[in-house]
């Protein structure tokens, strides 16, 4: 779904933000990039909607050159979320701020009307269709920005740092808000800082630093221990589970499903032993 | 000892009280955390304790702020600076963009209260020393990463020597490193003998620094108490706010039903890697 | 003062002696291009509209041409050229003054002759603000092309982008100034009374000169102008 062939993105100031990346990401993949501001994160996704253009290497977007479609044109392919709601909500109404994006699109006006429903109802926001954003504390202003990417239905979700700010409820609401854009097909990409969000709700984790990936793979593969020199050089920790069930000797656990399951597992293990013993 | 008493608040123009009933005390020396789902008033309660509302930010104030037994309405702003200060959690707009240096930006606060030079020379260096930010005194303020931009604001206000010490969500705008940063940072401001009242998302980063954790819903106290009774509280999650990630854990081992031993052993790995 | 001087010197002679004052004084700190350039761009939009109105709208008896009802007159022109060449001036004049002062070292000299450091933080603060806006804005833009904005077609897509654009800069910047308010009004910056300076800046004997002689020629035009003793300048 997108190609990134030796990608270099260079500022104007002289930044060599993203310093030579080539990865895929399937239709229907969830990836999380993690790493820390400064790392190239940002400026890496930027380029799925041709919101920057690379200094060196390309970008494809469903088999097609990004650099050759324009940022609009790419907008209905890939649906970016940033990470401050109140640098893009304008409108008065949550409805108008949810449809602004389909209507950009091009969307057909009978159409819209659902499809800021169905977005909203995603977002958990349906009771505050007709309210005025701002009138929202931030936590609900972060998915209304959220519900109107959503609204746009593009085959690319990518979210920056949708959990940020975000209180307990949020993190959750954000969690199904993947799961249930994931049993749709879509591709999401998510920038995060939470460990945690990020083991349990993605399948791929790319770890990035001073602009190039040193890590790639399965949030299991990315939290052993075997990675854990890798992370500490770009002071991320591992979630507790993954730390726990390494200091027990239990393997990869990085979620706190395989940590239980692993727990059991060892109880099990040991209850047949003894049980073994005493026969 | 700064104390609410049967405080509610209510903004400027709105309908709606923010903060209802609320009664809190902060102790010299105490280190108090502040949880509650967002728009459960969290940041009003620290405007509030730090006399900002309404002195600042215009609003209807029941009930008392007293610090050290003066009740602190009607001063003004500048008045309250030595007694209790609130840092926020955006790093750059607590950048004053009047200091060149970043002794300078420390030395802010101690210069505005009108002390002689040696005096705010010796207070800008003993809160960079607790902050362990002398290494970057030098540095512009406005070309330091977030977690170091914090860590001036916070010593900024620490330069000023006032008795309590809010944080409203310090590291909500930092990435991992800055996070960690000021996180170690609280953990030194703990043990200089400042009070804290940290508000703050990530239990995790209070849990170990606070010995005393006040969770707020809808504007009202709802628990208050010891920090690790409190954060182990089940009624936490139906507040809307997320445990520690070691009393999640844990609540995840003993629900599977594990057998006792391998309980036992999977609780001490958790302390040993925290 | 180059600005003050140009409003006050009449004709072409006194605005030109100051824009070449200027260009002096920028060649000398090595920025003469960027502020020629600079100047030239920020004057552009107010010159074009002044010349136009003042060369077909001047009264005036020479007739060069003629557009439709309007008349290009002589006297319009000079008017206009007159007007062009004091602009320029203090363009040039403010240019060269925000090239070469840095703006802390400025402010804190003026804290240090008595002036309140509450102006100190407005002046800095509007320095610091624009370049923080334009990257708000920046960010802004990117968030409504993000979906779908569109603005690199017609006309009417952008003008259709103003107000989604225009809101969020304009909510932002001012959410900024309060929240850069409340953190100072927390350290205490509004209380009266002078405070101590850290440091002085270093003023040496030619900069001393150089600025009361500034000073002088200024009041020497400005009471020349109003007492007639300046012969009619071409």
Known sequence: ?279 | MLELKGVSYRYAGYAKSVLQDVDLTLADGEIVGLVGPNEAGKSTLCLVAAGLAPASIKGALTGTLTIDGEPMAGRKTHELASRVVVGFQNPNTQRSGIAATVFEEVALGPQNLGLDVPEIVERTRTAMALLRIEAIQLRDPARLSGGQAQLVAIAGLLAMRPRHVILDEPTAQLDPAGTRLVGDALRQLAAGGTSLLIAEHKTDLLDGVCSRIVAIDGGRIALDGPAGDVLADPRLVALGIQPPSRVRLKRAVDEAGVDARTAASAAAAMVAVA | MGSIGAFVLGGYLGPLVIIALNLVGATIAGVAGRLVRVSVLLTLPIAISVVLVSVFTRAGTTVLFTIGPFDATAEGVDFAAQTLVRLLAISLSIGLFGMTTDPRAFVLDLERRRLSPRFAFVALATLEAVPAMVERAGVIQASQRARGLDTEGSLRARVRGVVPLAGPVILSSLTEVEERSLALEVRAFGRPGRRHLLWRNPDSAAQLIARSALLLLLIGSIVGKVTGTFPQTP
């Open chain 1, 1 to 279: 779904m997108i190609a990134v062939e030796d990608l270099v993105h260079v500022y104007p100031g002289g930044t060599r933000a993203v310093d030579g990346v080539s990865l895929r990401i399937e239709v229907g993949e969830r990836v999380a990039i993690v790493g820390q501001n400064g790392s190239g994160k940002s400026t890496l996704v930027r380029h799925f909607n041709g919101l920057l253009r690379p200094t060196e290497g390309r970008v494809l977007v469903d088999g097609v050159d990004a650099a050759t479609l324009r940022v609009a044109e790419l907008a209905a392919k890939v649906g970016l979320a940033f990470q401050d709601p109140d640098r893009q909500i304008f409108s008065g109404k949550v409805r108008s701020e949810v449809a602004f994006g389909p209507r950009n699109m091009g969307v057909a006006k009978d159409q819209v009307g659902s499809r800021v429903d169905e977005a909203l109802a995603a977002a958990g926001l349906s009771g505050d269709a007709d309210a005025n954003p701002y009138d929202l504390g931030y936590s609900r202003r972060k998915l209304l920005a959220l519900a109107s990417i959503l609204a746009m239905r593009t085959p690319v979700v990518v979210l920056d740092e949708p959990t940020t700010g975000q209180d307990a409820r949020g993190v959750a609401r954000v969690e199904e808000i993947v799961a249930g854009l994931a049993e749709l097909g879509r591709t999401v990409v998510a920038i995060s800082h939470d460990m945690a969000f990020v083991a349990e709700s993605f399948e791929r984790v790319v770890v990035m630093r001073e602009g190039r990936v040193i890590l790639d793979g399965t949030p299991t593969e990315v939290f052993a221990e075997s990675s854990w020199k890798e992370l500490e050089s770009t002071y991320l920790e591992p979630p507790l589970p993954a730390r726990v069930g390494a200091r027990m000797g239990l393997g990869a656990t990085p979620t706190e499903a395989s940590l239980v399951a692993a727990l059991a597992g060892r109880a099990g293990a040991t209850d047949r032993a003894s049980g073994e013993a005493k026969t």
